[in-house]
C-alpha cells in the first residue's frame, strides 16, 4: 500500500466534494422544480417527511463509524492488514446489528403511519410502499455497505463522494424524464429504491478492487470485539456528542417561532439558506482532511502535527475572513434583488449570525484533531454547550427578541468550541500549553478586523457601490469589493498570520 501524499489526497478529496456540489445543488433546484410541477407539492412533502422520519432512527448509528475511523487510522498508517481485516468484522458485526435495531423499530414506526398521515388524501398502500422502499435503502447502508468507512479512513472518500453522487445524478435524471412523461409515484419510488441496489453493487465492486486483500467476516466480529474495547467505549461518548449537536442545531428555529413569529421564522431561513449553502461548500473541501490528520497523529511526529496544525488554521481564518466579509458585504443587497426590502434584517442580526459563521468555519479543524487523538471523553462539553444555547436563548430572546435568540448560539459555541475545546486539545492532545494558540488566534481576529475596515474604507469610493437594484449591478458590486478585501486580506495573512507561508508552499509543492 503506496504512502500517497496526504495533501494530495486530500486536494483530490476536496475538488471531487467540490464539483460534486455544484452539480447537485444545479439538479436540485431543477428536479424539485419538475417534481413539484409533475408529482404535486403533496407527495413532495410526503418523501420529505419520511425521509426525515427515518433519519431519527439513525441515531441508533450512535457514531459508530467515527469510533472505527478512529481506530483504523493506526493500522491503515503501519499497512496492518491483518488489523484492518478485524477492525472491518467488528465494524460488520456492530453495523449488522444495528441494522436488526433500526429494522425493528423501523417496523414500529410503521404501525402509526396511518394515524400521522392521516389527513394526506394518499392511498396507504402508496405511504407504506414509500416507506418501506425508504427503510430498505437505509438498511442498505448496515448490511452491505458498512466497508465504505475503510475508504474515508483511508484518505479515499472522493471514491464514495464520485460514486455516490454520479449515481444520484443519473437516478435523479430518470426520476425526471419518468415524473414528466408519466407522472407515475411508485415508479419514482421503484427508481430511487432500485439506484439503492446500483449504489451498493458499484461501491462494494470498487472496494474489491482497491482492497483486494480485504477478506471481512461479520460473523467472526462478535469475538474479534473482545480485542477493541475502545470501540465500545468511544461509541458511548461519541453518542453523547451526537445527541448533544442534535439538541444545538435543530432548536433555533423552534425557539425563533416561540419567541417570535413563524413570519420571523421564514425571514431568518432567507438568510441562514443562503450561508449554510456556503458553509457547506466550505465543509466539502476540508471533509477529505479528517482522515490525513488521523494519519499523522499516527505517525507521531509532534514538530510535523504543529506545522500542519497552524496551517490548517491559517486556512480555516483565512477562508472564514474572507466568507464572512463577503457575505456581510453581499447578503443584503442580494436579499433585497431576490426577494425585496421588506425580507431585510436588521444589521445587530446580521452582525451575530456572521459572528457564528465565523467561529463555526474558523474553528472547525479542533473536531478533526481531537478525534485524530481519539479525545471524546469530555461528554459534558456538548450538553454544556446545548443547555447554555437554550438557556440564553430563552432569556435574551425574553428581552430582545431575534437577536436574542441568536444570542445563544453565540455564546454556547464561544465559550465551549471556542475556548474549552483548544485546551483540551493542548492539554490532552498535544501536551504543551496553549498560551501560544491564543496569542495567534489574536492575531488572526486583528487582522481580519483591520482588513475589513480597510476595505469597508475603500470599497465605499468606488462610484459602482452607491446603488444595487438588480443582479447586474450586484455582480459588479460583489466583484469589486471582493478582489479589494482579497488583496488586503492576503497580504496581511502573508506577513503576520503564523502557518499561512508555508500552507502556500504546500499547497503549491503538493507536499
Not at 136 to 141: A, E, H, M, N, R
Not at 154 to 170: G, L, M, R, S
Not at 200 to 218: A, C, D, F, Q
Amino acid at each position: 500500500m503506496s504512502q500517497e501524499s496526504r495533501v494530495r489526497k486530500s486536494l483530490l478529496n476536496a475538488r471531487v466534494n467540490l464539483i460534486f456540489y455544484f452539480l447537485t445543488l444545479a439538479l436540485s433546484f431543477f428536479s424539485r422544480k419538475i417534481f413539484l410541477d409533475t408529482l404535486g407539492a403533496d407527495f413532495v412533502g410526503l418523501t420529505s417527511t419520511l425521509q426525515n422520519l427515518l433519519g431519527f432512527l439513525n441515531l441508533a448509528e450512535l457514531g459508530i463509524s467515527t469510533a472505527i475511523g478512529y481506530v483504523l487510522y493506526k493500522p491503515l498508517f503501519e499497512q496492518n492488514k491483518l488489523k484492518i481485516n478485524e477492525i472491518i468484522s467488528v465494524f460488520g458485526y456492530l453495523y449488522h446489528w444495528i441494522g436488526k435495531i433500526m429494522l425493528l423499530a423501523g417496523g414500529i414506526l410503521a404501525c402509526f403511519l396511518s394515524l400521522i398521515f392521516s389527513n394526506t388524501g394518499f392511498d396507504l398502500t402508496l405511504i407504506f410502499f414509500v416507506y418501506f422502499s425508504f427503510l430498505i435503502s437505509t438498511l442498505i447502508g448496515y448490511f452491505i455497505n458498512y466497508k465504505q468507512t475503510l475508504l474515508g479512513a483511508d484518505q479515499k472518500n472522493y471514491v464514495v463522494t464520485a460514486y455516490f453522487q454520479t449515481v444520484t445524478i443519473i437516478k435523479t435524471l430518470i426520476q425526471i424524464v419518468l415524473a414528466y412523461y408519466t407522472k407515475n409515484y411508485y415508479l419514482w419510488v421503484v427508481i430511487e429504491l432500485l439506484f439503492g441496489f446500483v449504489y451498493s453493487i458499484i461501491l462494494n465492486w470498487k472496494i474489491r478492487k482497491v482492497y483486494p486483500w480485504l477478506h471481512s467476516e461479520v460473523r467472526q466480529g462478535k469475538y474479534l470485539l473482545k480485542r477493541y474495547p475502545e470501540v465500545i467505549k468511544y461509541t458511548k461518548q461519541l453518542f453523547v456528542h451526537k445527541i448533544g449537536g442534535i439538541v444545538q442545531y435543530q432548536t433555533t428555529p423552534v425557539l425563533i417561532y416561540s419567541f417570535i413569529s413563524l413570519k420571523m421564522v421564514a425571514y431568518y431561513g432567507n438568510y441562514s439558506i443562503i450561508i449554510d449553502k456556503v458553509t457547506a461548500m466550505i465543509n466539502s473541501l476540508f471533509t477529505g482532511m479528517e482522515a490525513g490528520i488521523g494519519n499523522l497523529i499516527a505517525e507521531g511526529n509532534p514538530t510535523k502535527i504543529q506545522k500542519v496544525f497552524w496551517e490548517i488554521n491559517a486556512l480555516r481564518y483565512y477562508i472564514a475572513g474572507f466568507t464572512v466579509y463577503a457575505i456581510y458585504q453581499l447578503i443584503n443587497p442580494f436579499i433585497r434583488v431576490w426577494l425585496g426590502n421588506e425580507y431585510i434584517l436588521s444589521n445587530v442580526v446580521i452582525i451575530i449570525i456572521l459572528a457564528n459563521t465565523y467561529m463555526r468555519i474558523s474553528n472547525g479543524y479542533n473536531a478533526s484533531f481531537l478525534f485524530g487523538y481519539g479525545l471524546f471523553n469530555d461528554t459534558w462539553a456538548p450538553l454544556t454547550e446545548a443547555a447554555i444555547n437554550i438557556i440564553t436563548a430563552i432569556i435574551a430572546g425574553t428581552i430582545w427578541g431575534l437577536p436574542g435568540v441568536l444570542l445563544g448560539n453565540f455564546f454556547s459555541f464561544l465559550l465551549i468550541v471556542c475556548v474549552w475545546k483548544p485546551y483540551f486539545l493542548y492539554s490532552k492532545g498535544f501536551k504543551m500549553p496553549s498560551y501560544s494558540y491564543w496569542l495567534n488566534i489574536l492575531i488572526y481576529l486583528l487582522i481580519f478586523i483591520i482588513a475589513c475596515i480597510i476595505s469597508s474604507f475603500i470599497t465605499s469610493l468606488v462610484p459602482i457601490t452607491k446603488s444595487i437594484y438588480n443582479y447586474w449591478a450586484l455582480i459588479q458590486y460583489a466583484v469589486v469589493c471582493i478582489l479589494i478585501y482579497s488583496v488586503i486580506f492576503t497580504l496581511l495573512m502573508s506577513i503576520w498570520g503564523r502557518g499561512f507561508k508555508s500552507l502556500i508552499v504546500r499547497f503549491l509543492s503538493k507536499k
